[in-house]
């Protein structure tokens, strides 16, 4: 009431106004029963194929396994330090993103984060078949111990610039408020159940597909999620909430 009376003035009708949005609200609301609708599931759907892809790509995997993931390229790296230099791009790319979702669109922070991410990822893995593939006397591969470094990095960071944060925000901006509570619980539950599962599956992956199979498989969703968004993501930059 306070803040309608500072928007609207000392001499406007107040009551007929808010008597309408309560009336709009209650029109909306279903609660639960209202997910089942078709148009409403599937826009549930889309959410959760996002949280998907933001695990699947290796967002958590890249976090938590920092310093194993160097040691297993042979690079000799600190923990502590890896840590802080994920932590500090992680940082940098959520700061990007915050400038610029809102004027380029959280499609296209979608899309220009998972291509960032395929690039590398694709890049990282043919990387580490060579060096495996490479004969002990061959030096090349040490001598571009910063190639990996400098992949890993480009990873997080186009991560964080929209496949990590903007799920969240279009989990917000793609339901109306009466079932708002509802979609979001059931999106944020499905990222956290997909981060325990691309966690757990980490070493079995690894060990089935070998380190660069396992990084050209994270580069494979990553192109899966820039069509998905391409086809079936809506932009909801400058548009009503819900």
């Known amino acids: 009431m306070i803040v309608l009376r500072k928007l609207r003035g000392p001499h406007a009708d107040l009551h007929s106004e808010i008597e309408t949005i309560e009336m709009k609200n209650s029109c909306r609301a279903g609660g639960w029963q209202k997910l089942l609708s078709w148009y409403m599931a599937k826009r549930v759907a889309t959410i959760v194929m996002l949280f998907a892809f933001q695990q699947f790509c290796g967002n958590y995997v890249f976090i938590v396994h920092t310093a194993r993931i160097l040691r297993k390229m042979g690079i000799p790296w600190d923990a502590d330090r890896s840590t802080i230099i994920v932590a500090a791009v992680r940082i940098v790319g959520t700061l990007v993103s915050i400038s610029i ?142």
Not at 127 to 156: D, G, H, Q
Not at 170 to 183: C, D, I, M, N
Not at 213 to 232: D, N
């Open 101 to 242: 979702v809102d004027r380029v669109g959280r499609r296209t922070c979608l899309i220009a984060s998972h291509a960032i991410t395929l690039a590398s990822l694709t890049t990282l893995g043919i990387f580490v078949y060579l060096a495996e593939a490479a004969p002990p006397e061959n030096t090349i591969f040490s001598r571009l111990a910063w190639v990996p470094l400098f992949c890993l990095v480009l990873v997080m960071f186009g991560l964080h610039v929209g496949a990590h944060p903007v799920p969240f925000v279009l989990a917000a901006e793609y339901f109306p408020t009466s079932v708002r509570g509802q979609t979001f619980s059931v999106c944020y539950s499905s990222g956290m159940l997909f981060g325990f599962l691309v966690l757990q599956f980490y070493s079995p992956m690894l060990a089935a597909l070998t380190q660069p199979g396992l990084y050209w498989f994270y580069a494979a969703v990553s192109t899966l999620a820039v069509a998905f968004t391409f086809i079936f993501v809506e932009e909801t930059k400058g548009k009503n909430i819900g």
